[in-house]
């Protein structure tokens, strides 16, 4: 059902059984269609910011730890909750949850935008990701719900597809905004606020649209709040990606002020797993690891999202700096990533039918590695065709291992833990992101400062020590830098000379970069190639009964949830005389 036609009308009472038919909710597709604009504020927004780090950087004179803070903070608190909302939703109901989510996600974007210090923009990032984590995990248990086994892989690969657009697209919209700041300095006073205000609206759009349109569903025996579990992943969390952060101001990875959070955060979380592994109310179901198909498929897609958040990361302040592209420019360089990723993801279920997932998602992440072997070879003069063929590859290769990767692991979940089983990968994925943005941000801010020394011992005398030390904290510092520097007369050869061993510094740095994402894909692929056991697509044959075995416990969870579902609607939908 086209999307308008869904919002012009509340939802009808579905027949009884639509749940133990087997054909899942009766307007199932209108609803994805609203589940995927609720997603896609939420996804978007990380990549929305990236394109405006290099002018947030400069604006609120922000260093390279607090650029990758305001980028974790949000991804942190995001895959810190994930589980929590996931069983919360799952007891008070998901429709719920979700629109709790995207108000709080709202609120908290609309004070971002007025944030005056990188401080207050990191804090009110938090705030963000607590709203977000209620978005992502409750959408995918919904999809699990409604649609029948049959049409999940192709409903989830619309959803993966989803997610690798909001990726990409985000630096488009981010140009677009940041290209015409006038609108924004007038609200905000600033020039990047416009990238938190768009939301509000999208927001506010998607809220109208879930209460006219998403059914509420919740499971009939939902578990205890894990409280214990909560706070020590978050402590573990905090403190591993602080310590990785803190290593691109020491600029030294073995400093104690380093070591210790690191070591300690991953000593945290190992004790974090063995509390789960051992609770009787745990929400982080470390039991669904036990199964290889859903193990290996977790990593695959936990390890894309790594190179890709890295990735997504540096690139623009080697679009908008060394090449010297407007930030619309730069925003538009990312549409490939969106087009690969449209193109590959939804179409992923019919390859799979065909050639099955082990071969697709290997297939996949051998086109993602493609793409990071291209990468490396970037210089400054590299035209700007072979960047955006390079960017499309990297998204045909997303598309073909988010959506089936993700497929697998929603069709091994039983049924009643569809919001805190889902929750699981998201949170995994969410943290392989935040490691990834935290390791690359770090070694390319570590690395840049090691490679710029050089030059920065070639410059005249009457230079300030203070200057050579900003300047060496980013590529955005450098520059600024050297425009000040031509202001007060210095001789233009020196600072062309400077500024192109500056560029030559952040591509070393980036290429170095480049290849630790580059070793994670290739230990992604080997795991899938080698270890994804052979797993056949749920059809309307086995769903049937034929050439499966039979699943009486799970339709009767199926059946139990249909009628918490009935109960609901009886309430909103009185019947008609």
């Not at 210089?379 to 045909?396: K, M, N, Y």
């Not at 190639?529 to 050439?547: S, V, W």
Request: glycine share 10%; hydrophobic share 55%; charged share 10%.
């Amino acid at each position: 059902m086209p999307y308008l036609e869904a919002m012009s009308s509340p939802v009808p009472r579905p027949p009884d059984d639509w749940m133990s038919t087997g054909e899942g909710h009766p307007r199932r597709w209108a609803i994805l269609s609203v589940l995927v604009v609720s997603l896609l504020v939420v996804v978007l927004d990380n990549t929305v910011l990236n394109i405006a780090l290099p002018t947030i950087q400069r604006d609120l004179d922000a260093s390279q730890g607090e650029l990758v803070w305001a980028v974790d903070s949000y991804i942190l608190a995001f895959a810190a909750l994930l589980f929590t909302w996931g069983v919360i939703g799952d007891r008070i109901g998901r429709k719920r949850v979700l629109v709790i989510g995207l108000v709080v996600f709202g609120l908290a974007s609309a004070a971002c935008a007025f944030a005056e210090s990188a401080g207050i923009l990191i804090g009110f990032r938090v705030l963000m990701g607590i709203g977000g984590a209620a978005v992502l995990p409750t959408t995918l248990a919904i999809i699990t719900v409604v649609f029948a086994p049959h049409e999940r892989g192709k409903a989830i690969g619309v959803w993966g597809g989803a997610v690798g657009a909001a990726v990409a697209l985000g630096p488009v919209i981010g140009g677009v905004l940041l290209q015409h700041p006038s609108w924004s300095r007038w609200l905000t006073g600033n020039d990047w606020g416009s990238v938190f205000l768009i939301n509000v609206p999208i927001v506010l759009v998607g809220v109208i649209a879930i209460l006219r349109v998403v059914p509420e569903t919740r499971n009939p025996h939902p578990r205890r709040f894990d409280v214990t579990g909560l706070l020590v992943s978050i402590a573990g969390l905090v403190l591993l990606v602080y310590g990785i952060i803190h290593a691109s101001e020491t600029k030294d990875w073995l400093a104690t002020s380093v070591l210790v959070p690191v070591l300690l955060g991953i000593a945290i979380l190992a004790a974090f797993v063995l509390l789960e592994a051992r609770s009787d109310h745990s929400s982080f179901d470390v039991s669904l690891f036990r199964n290889r198909g859903y193990a290996i498929s977790l990593t695959a897609v936990s390890l894309a999202f790594f190179a890709m958040s890295g990735i997504t990361f540096s690139l623009p302040f080697y679009l908008q700096i060394i090449k010297g592209f407007d930030t619309l420019t730069a925003g538009l360089c990312f549409l490939p990533f969106a087009v690969g990723q449209l193109a590959a993801a939804p179409r992923s279920a019919t390859l799979v039918l065909r050639f099955g997932y082990r071969a697709v998602i290997t297939t996949g992440l051998v086109l993602v590695g493609l793409s990071l072997v291209g990468l490396t070879q970037v210089r400054v003069d590299t035209p700007v065709w072979v960047l955006l063929l390079d960017f499309l590859c990297f998204g045909l290769g997303m598309g073909l291992v988010i959506a089936p990767g993700s497929t697998v692991m929603q069709n091994v979940l039983p049924l009643e833990r569809a919001g805190a089983g889902s929750a699981v990968q998201n949170t995994v994925r969410q943290v392989a992101g935040a490691l990834g943005v935290a390791i690359i941000g770090t070694v390319l801010g570590t690395r840049y400062a090691a490679n710029l020394a050089p030059a920065m011992q070639s410059l005249p005398a009457q230079v300030p020590d203070q200057w050579k030390a900003a300047a060496s904290d980013s590529l955005v510092a450098t520059n600024a830098l050297l425009q000040q520097a031509s202001a007060q007369g210095f001789p233009e050869p020196l600072i062309q000379a400077l500024r192109s061993g500056a560029f030559e510094a952040f591509l070393a740095a980036a290429h170095a970069a480049t290849l630790i994402s580059l070793s994670v894909i290739v230990v992604a692929a080997l795991v899938v190639g080698f270890g994804l056991p052979r797993i056949t697509p749920p059809t309307r044959r086995t769903e049937a009964g034929q050439d499966a075995p039979a699943a009486d416990a799970t339709d009767a969870l199926v059946q139990q949830e249909a009628e918490v579902y009935q109960e609901q609607a009886e309430q909103e939908y009185p019947a008609r005389d």
